[in-house]
T-cell receptor, first 113, second 116 residues
């Protein structure tokens, strides 16, 4: 049974560039959430998508956007990258009825130079 | 705003000893409290969770206790083993099932080292 998969695993970008991160949820899960984890800190909520609609947004600037596709996979986009965007970006999926129980992917390590 | 404080930030124990990690949350509406274990370079893994209508939950060597009045919850690991070494995160959430919306507020993590 495949878990949450994310791609790419690592990414290096320069300031001002744009990046797209991808996530495939566990089969049958319809909710996808994105979290940012800065080194040495706990993950911080960015977005939650459920049934292809944005259901919640954390305290992140408009440079961060996301979407969910009909197959429930999701993309996170970050524009105009800043050095401070360097972090591990985690995607999590959850099932209907237990949507607070999150199962995380291994993340995408983004380095902004 | 919503906040979860976690202590200690680092914890070192000898194999076989017990380890206790404590968290305090600010939002009294929080009703779900998971604990995640994150090994170096790996995904956070849910190891145990508790809901606000339960005071304690056990799963083999790990247990979680919840004190709603004091707004704190704790993770207890007994008979620790070297493979328990990892960063442990507590979290709190207030799921709004009607909208399918929820978010986890995480603590800053506890780095547990179990020495043979």
């Amino acid at each position: 049974d495949a878990g949450v998969t994310q791609s790419p695993t690592h990414l290096i970008k320069t300031r001002g560039q744009q990046v797209t991160l991808r996530c495939s949820p566990i089969s049958g899960h319809k909710s996808v959430s994105w979290y940012q984890q800065v080194l040495g800190q706990g993950p911080q909520f960015i977005f939650q998508y459920y049934e292809k609609e944005e259901r919640g947004r954390g305290n992140f600037p408009d440079r961060f956007s996301a979407r969910q596709f009909p197959n429930y996979s999701s993309e996170l986009n970050v524009n105009a990258l800043l050095l401070g965007d360097s972090a591990l970006y985690l995607c999590a999926s959850s099932a209907v009825g237990t949507n607070e129980k999150l199962f995380f992917g291994s993340g995408t390590q983004l380095s902004v130079l | 705003g919503e906040n979860v404080e976690q202590h200690p930030s680092t914890l070192s124990v000898q194999e076989g000893d017990s380890a206790v990690i404590k968290c305090t949350y600010s939002d009294s509406a929080s009703n779900y409290f998971p604990w995640y274990k994150q090994e170096l370079g790996k995904r956070p893994q849910l190891i145990i969770d508790i809901r606000s209508n339960v005071g304690e939950k056990k799963d083999q060597r790990i247990a979680v206790t919840l004190n709603k009045t004091a707004k704190h919850f704790s993770l207890h690991i007994t008979e620790t083993q070297p493979e328990d070494s990892a960063v442990y995160f507590c979290a709190a959430t207030n799921p709004m099932f009607s909208g399918g919306y929820n978010k986890l507020i995480f603590g800053a993590g506890t780095r547990l080292a179990v020495h043979p």
